[in-house]
């Protein structure tokens, strides 16, 4: 799409742009070469700041504090996805005392900040008598959040559908259950699965919040480290920040995977001009919102 | 009540601190945005791949860790002091500008290929045909998924509170710790969710308002 923008280079475009090449490169290598530099000049690089990890408990208390992130994370995948349809659900309601109060909850939990939805839970209920383990701050705050969210992905993954859907069903013969467990819900999340496991990646950079409330995850795991022998810090930073990193992009990968394989898929084409308007860049779902209005003039 | 005005001083830095994070990181954002969204657009391959690798790689980063590597991270290279809120600043922006850049790519892309085919087609360069064709239509889409952006970089300024920047999120720390600060930490985070609540609710009107007197009829 971009190579629209420009021709094909002529000769002094392709020189002009062999400089800009060349500027973008030495930025760059200035910048890491920079920070290199100083990584370097402060010792950074010396053995004994790397020397605790090769202590194979080290490794160990690594692998517990990503097994605590891992299980944060799936537990509020799990819990985020079945309260997005519990809440689209209700706010597809035909009844207005069901509609009005979880379109408000919806609103309200994508309005209140993640951390303070953790705190409230870490800090906050323990004044009411109600203690909870930082593991389930982490893991409602996430669920309240990124469920929320997703429940507006279903609900604009169902209202781009074409009405011949859902007429066709009571057509058959289908109750209004079934017209949305058999005809809505299947294709809209077939549609919106890219943002939806694009959503998941969401939920997996937030478990980070919980070094915060004081969860001993990675990022918590990373701070203890430095606390030891050389004071590790930049180095623990790499070595837990290259974990979460390389998760995360194997998480997006499987977002990207599974948009490409939606995008070729003859069942979803149909559905595509409409999704993709809600999806935006198919990424981020903060943009959705935005989009829905537009999705709207369009028809 | 009590919460809020036996506290009003806490509360105001509280707040004015919040707004800095925001207000100054947004600008870094917005700066480093542009300048990476062109570049992802670029006729330069090197320049889109750095763009690329550039908005790749912190996306996939909890904005938790890019703070944890400004704010522990940089005094450990012997530079000049910055202060906390300072290097928050620097995170939250360079972690938002990739969003930012996003948000342009995006906005460029929703430009039908017909306006840059006849601006090219008029003989414009490159230049030309991004600042008088694209760009001025471009804007105009970019503004509400823009405004979700700057939602998300308030929301996240509540991370700081992790790492000693006195802001609302912080807020229940200094009450509680403090013995003759009136309130619990239930008030205390209640009042600050009402505070983004609002502040969140300000800002989709803002939205919407927008959207609707810049809406493009095509």
Redo the contacts between chains.
């Keep these: 799409?971009?190579s629209?923008?420009?021709?094909v280079?002529g000769p002094r475009?392709i020189a002009r742009?062999r400089v800009?090449?060349v500027v973008?490169?030495l930025v760059?290598l200035a910048a890491v070469g920079f920070?290199v530099y100083?990584?370097t000049?402060?010792g950074?690089f010396s053995a004994e700041k790397w020397y605790v990890f090769t202590f194979s408990n080290v490794w160990t208390g690594i692998f517990k504090a990503l097994g605590a992130t891992l299980s944060a994370f799936a537990l509020a995948a799990v819990l985020s996805i079945t309260l997005g349809f519990v809440l689209a659900i209700g706010r597809l309601s035909d009844h207005a005392w069901v509609r009005i109060p979880v379109t408000a909850i919806t609103e309200?939990f994508r309005?209140?900040?993640?951390?303070?939805?953790m705190?409230?839970l870490y800090?906050?209920?323990?004044?009411?008598g109600v203690k909870m383990d930082a593991y389930w701050a982490v893991v409602l705050a996430l669920m309240a959040y990124n469920g929320s969210v997703l429940a507006e992905v279903l609900r604009a993954g169902i209202e781009s559908l074409p009405r011949g859907q859902r007429e066709a069903g009571f057509a058959i013969g289908l109750r209004k259950s079934g017209v949305m467990r058999l005809i809505l819900f299947p294709q809209a999340v077939r549609a919106m699965l890219p943002v939806i496991v694009a959503q998941l990646?969401v939920t997996?950079?937030?478990?980070?919040?919980g070094?915060?409330i004081t969860y001993p995850e990675l990022?918590y795991y990373?701070?203890l480290l430095?606390s030891q022998q050389g004071r590790p810090?930049?180095q623990s930073?790499f070595v837990?920040?290259g974990i979460?990193?390389i998760m995360?992009?194997i998480l997006?990968g499987v977002a990207k995977w599974v948009e490409v394989k939606t995008r070729h898929s003859p069942k979803v084409k149909a559905l595509q001009v409409d999704a993709e308007a809600v999806m935006?860049?198919g990424?981020?779902t903060?943009?959705l919102?935005?989009?829905r209005?537009?999705r709207k003039?369009r028809r | 009540m009590d919460v809020i005005f036996g506290n009003l001083d806490l509360w105001a830095e509280a707040l004015s601190n919040t707004l800095l994070v925001f207000f100054a990181g947004g600008v870094i954002a917005l700066v480093l945005g542009i300048i990476v969204g062109a570049?992802?657009?670029?006729?330069?391959?090197?320049?889109?791949g750095?763009g690329t690798v550039y908005v790749?790689?912190v996306?996939?980063?909890?904005?938790?860790?890019v703070f944890?590597?400004f704010v522990?991270?940089y005094p450990?290279?012997?530079?000049p002091d910055l202060s906390n809120t300072m290097l928050g600043i620097l995170a939250i922006g360079i972690y938002t500008a990739t969003?930012v850049a996003?948000?342009l790519?995006?906005g460029?892309?929703t430009v039908p290929?017909g306006q840059?085919?006849a601006a090219?087609a008029i003989g414009l360069?490159?230049g030309q045909?991004?600042t008088l064709v694209?760009l001025p239509q471009a804007f105009r889409?970019v503004v509400?998924?823009m405004?979700?952006?700057f939602?998300?970089l308030l929301?996240?300024t509540?991370?700081a509170?992790?790492f000693a920047v006195s802001e609302l999120?912080a807020l229940?720390a200094t009450v509680?710790d403090a013995a003759d600060r009136p309130g619990?930490?239930?008030?205390v985070?209640?009042w600050?969710?009402l505070v983004?609540?609002v502040l969140?609710?300000l800002m989709?009107w803002a939205?919407?308002r927008l959207?609707n007197r810049w809406?493009i009829a095509r």
């Design positions: 799409m971009t629209v923008l420009y021709d280079p475009a742009n800009l090449a973008t490169i760059v920070v100083r990584m000049i402060t950074q309200l309005a209140v900040p993640v951390l303070v939805l705190m409230l800090y906050g209920l323990p004044v009411v990646v997996m950079k937030d478990t980070a919040l070094f915060i990022l990373a701070k430095s810090i930049l930073a837990i920040g979460y990193i995360c992009l997006s935006h860049e990424t981020d903060e943009l919102v935005a989009q209005p537009e003039r | 570049m992802r657009v670029s006729p330069v391959p090197i320049a889109r750095v790749n790689l996306r996939n980063t909890p904005l938790t860790l944890f590597f522990f991270g450990q290279l012997g530079l969003y996003e948000v790519r995006a460029i892309n290929v840059a085919e090219r360069p490159f045909v991004m694209i889409s509400p998924p405004m979700s952006v939602i998300a929301k996240n509540t991370v509170a992790g999120a229940r509680n619990n930490p239930m008030e985070l209640l600050v969710a983004f609540v969140v609710l989709s939205q919407n959207e809406r």
